[in-house]
């Protein structure tokens, strides 16, 4: 039976690592990784829940609605059904042009555009994708909390938010749940987001806890450099010299330290991240079956404290090199 945890001040038990449909929005839109199959997204989705992952993190603007659409499908006859949590406030045009917007009367259509794409009448988490723009950000937050009084949405969290805009959505509604970048290689979350989150007691559900793949061990040189010209870590400076060599360097560690434990390098990346006690989730993005099986150990696996440290060192000592350039 896999552990699971309390989300902030909400009432699911999510497991440490939930299934994330980022890249299985599919080409063709701003922030794609790229073609995708569909069968395999959704053979990748089922592989997470066989192995007991009980909840799936999407947004609207994957794929522009495609990304939802491929969770529902994969969805169709599945008993118990997982927690499906979804983000709002990005928005397109019919040129798939993206656009902010947090007014009310956007995010209401949102709201039943998810709804019928993930074939639901209430989402389980709905969060705000990023805080733009700023001044539309109270309007945004009274809506989702308007939202969850009419039994749309059961819960309400945000996305990208710093500790000053949790503070001012907090005045009109309590957070549910936080959704940071948090990974060995962009750490800033635990200097002030985390501690807020824990004193607030909100819920954490990190993403990208292996850079968007840079982590997982697969990711070489060559693959690096075999990347479709539309996949937006082309543009990621994590992927590029000189931040590169030092993230391959990294991968060897987390190879070693996982080969002791018949780990993957990714395993030993999304334990680095639930290591800390604020953290409730891992967002861990699968594009197959087979990506499922090479993360699924992250249910149950945790670093020692030495094994941490040895990962910390190497950190911080590239930290210092990228300063010193």
């Known amino acids: 039976m896999v552990q699971t945890r309390r989300l902030g001040n909400s009432d699911l038990e999510i497991t440490p690592i939930g299934i994330g449909a980022w890249a299985m929005g599919g080409p063709g839109w701003a922030f794609s990784w790229g073609p995708q199959d569909d069968q395999d997204s959704i053979a990748a989705i ?18 522009l609605g495609h990304s939802e ?28 042009e993206i656009g902010k917007r947090l007014k009310a009367w956007s995010i209401r259509q949102e709201c039943e555009a998810s709804l019928r794409r ?82 607030h007691q909100i819920g954490v559900i990190v993403y990208s806890p292996m850079k968007a793949g840079l982590l997982s061990g697969a990711m070489t040189r060559e693959r690096i450099a075999s990347l479709p010209a539309e996949d937006w870590r082309r543009r990621n400076p994590a992927f590029q010299e000189p931040n590169l060599s030092r993230n391959l360097a990294l991968v060897e560690t987390l190879r070693s330290i996982g080969k002791a434990h018949g780990r993957t390098p990714g ?3 999304i334990a680095w991240c639930l290591r800390r006690p604020e953290v409730t989730g891992a967002i861990v993005g699968v594009r197959s079956a087979a990506q499922v099986d090479g993360v699924i150990g992250a249910l149950d696996f945790r670093l020692s404290l030495e094994e941490v440290d040895r990962i910390d060192q190497l950190r911080l000592s590239n930290q210092q090199n990228k300063q010193n350039l």
């Open 46 to 63: 089922r592989r997470g829940l066989e192995h007991g992952i009980n909840w799936i993190d999407t947004a609207a603007v994957y794929g």
């Open 69 to 96: 659409e491929v969770v529902a499908r994969a969805l169709e006859g599945i008993r118990p059904r997982p927690y499906v949590f979804t983000k709002c406030g990005r928005v397109w045009n019919e040129k798939g």
């Open 118 to 199: 993930l074939k639901t009448d209430c989402i389980d988490l709905y969060q705000i994708h990023w805080p733009e723009p700023d001044e539309e950000l109270e309007e945004g937050w009274a809506t989702l909390a308007a939202l969850q009084k009419e039994g749309k949405v059961r819960w309400i969290g945000v996305s990208n938010f710093n500790v000053a805009q949790m503070r001012r959505a907090a005045v009109i509604a309590p957070i549910t749940s936080l959704q940071p970048p948090y990974s060995i290689v962009s750490p800033e979350a635990q200097e002030e987001i985390l501690p807020y989150a824990a004193e």
């Open 267 to 269: 395993e030993v990346a």
